[in-house]
């Protein structure tokens, strides 16, 4: 079975670009999630579909970040425009479920951006 | 609120020798506690998790870690180290919404031949 996978592995823009990355979860996980880490700082969360729907998206920087994840299977997280302070690794994660608390996420191998 | 706190950003020990890595959280409601292994161009991978029961937890590869509430920690041990075991370890905590992970910043483990 495929697990998560992102698109592209790495990305490097200018400043006030256009990016677009791209997640695929495992088929039949319910739950996507993105998260990112800025360098030398924690992992932290961005936000939550419960299928095609934002279940939380507290974790969002600003509104030059807008995700997607139309029909409930892969999901778009597009940077308009770009900042420097947007470089970081971006995780997606995928879990089955809905509505189970502890249910295990799979993580992709994440996409690297680098603004310049 | 949940948070979580790693200490050392850098561990290096010998080949064979006990792997300690710390790990301490705040919660207000009992936690769900997690330890991830991210290996080099890999994603992160769950190691282990507690939930309720036995507050010693065994993982992959030999890791296990024990749930401390009194002291609220959460280290992560392994008897005896091998090269492989190279990687940066998070450990995480689920916050109150039950959905999103709340990582520490990360423990990079380094390996001495």
């Known amino acids: 079975e495929a697990g998560v996978t992102q698109f592209p592995s790495h990305s490097v823009i200018e400043k006030g670009q256009t990016v677009t990355l791209r997640c695929d979860p495992i088929s039949g996980h319910d739950n996507l999630y993105w998260y990112r880490r800025v360098m030398g700082k924690e992992i932290k969360f961005l936000l939550h579909f419960v299928k095609e729907s934002k279940q939380d998206e507290s974790g969002m920087p600003n509104n030059r970040f807008l995700a997607e994840r139309t029909g409930g299977t892969y999901s778009t997280l597009k940077v308009q425009p770009a900042e420097l302070e947007d470089s970081g690794v971006y995780f997606c994660?995928?879990?089955?479920?809905?509505?189970?608390?502890?249910?295990?996420?799979?993580f992709g191998p994440g996409t690297r951006l680098t603004v310049l | 609120a949940q948070s979580v706190t790693q200490l050392g950003s850098h561990v290096s020990v010998s080949e064979g020798a006990l792997v300690l890595l710390r790990c301490n959280y705040s919660?207000?409601?009992?936690?769900?506690l997690f330890w991830y292994v991210q290996y080099p161009n890999q994603g992160l991978q769950l190691l282990l998790k507690y939930t309720t029961g036995a507050t010693l937890v065994k993982g992959i590869n030999g890791f296990e870690a024990e749930f401390k509430k009194s002291e609220t920690s959460f280290h992560l041990t392994k008897p005896s180290a091998h090269m492989s075991d190279a990687a940066e370890y998070f450990c995480a905590v689920i916050g109150w919404s039950a959905s999103k992970i709340i990582f520490g910043s990360g423990t990079r483990l380094s390996i001495r031949p």
């Open positions: 994660a995928s879990s089955l479920l809905a509505g189970v608390i502890v249910n295990e996420q799979f």
């Open positions: 919660s207000s409601v009992p936690p769900y």
